[in-house]
């Protein structure tokens, strides 16, 4: 049994935020899979299903961002399950909109969510790192998070949660690499060589067709001349 954790902010006043990434991946997630309606318990919301052989037990903690290990903790020790077996969505700052990224273990980058995880059952967890960008400024980084996603980020959010969905199964079975091809394969797909976005190749021009030779000129002669010029030579 695994616990995927996602992280956020309870409320419709914060659904749309940078910061709710989290809890976007895990929606995603529980409705393309056929999970259990949401419930409350561990003071978040709970759903349950499987991805492959895996039971899975997918956790948004409604305790707002900064204690966030509080709704973990309670998860964690009444299903048993290790830190080693509990997967964290959250945004990142430090990657590109629409990147993602797999990590176990480490520092929690001043990351909020992630400091309070790290106070109730250690570091020895998995991230997922989704990445929104950053404001430019460490000043801005309060209201940055805490906004809405631009209509002009919908395509590549929508890209990603797809991506994160479609390799769900194989970020279960423990397989980092086919999790992040799933992912690349919405954000980045290859460009097919004869699809519609590869150059159009140059027409060949076609081959000329011989020119007929010239007809003989008529000749003028009588058939009495033509016989007498016959004897002269």
Known sequence: MQLWVGLGNPGA???????????????RIAADHGFAPWRAKFQGQLSEGR????????????TFMNLSGQSVRAAAD????????????????????????????????GH????????HIGDAYDRVRLGIGHPGHKDRVADYVLSDFAKADQDWLDDLLRG???GA?????????????????????PRSSGGAGAAPQAKQAPTPKPTPPAAAPADPRS???KLADKFKR
């Not at 006043?13 to 929606?27: E, Q, S, T, V």
């Not at 991805?51 to 409604?62: A, C, H, M, Q, T």
């Open 78 to 109: 009444f299903y048993k399950i290790a830190p080693s077996e509990i997967v964290v969505f959250h945004d990142e700052l430090d990657l590109a909109p629409g990147k993602c990224r797999v990590k176990s273990g480490g520092g929690h980058a």
């Open 164 to 166: 994160i969905s479609d």
């Open 223 to 225: 058939a009495l001349e």
């Open 169 to 189: 199964p194989a970020l279960a079975a423990g397989e980092g690499g086919k999790f992040l091809n799933a992912v690349s394969l919405r954000t980045a797909p």
């Open 51 to 62: 991805l492959g052989s895996e039971r899975i037990v997918l956790l948004k903690p409604e």
């Open 13 to 27: 006043k914060y659904a749309g935020n940078r910061h709710n990434i989290g809890f976007m991946a895990l929606d």
């Open 112 to 119: 909020n969510g992630l400091r309070s995880i790290h106070a």
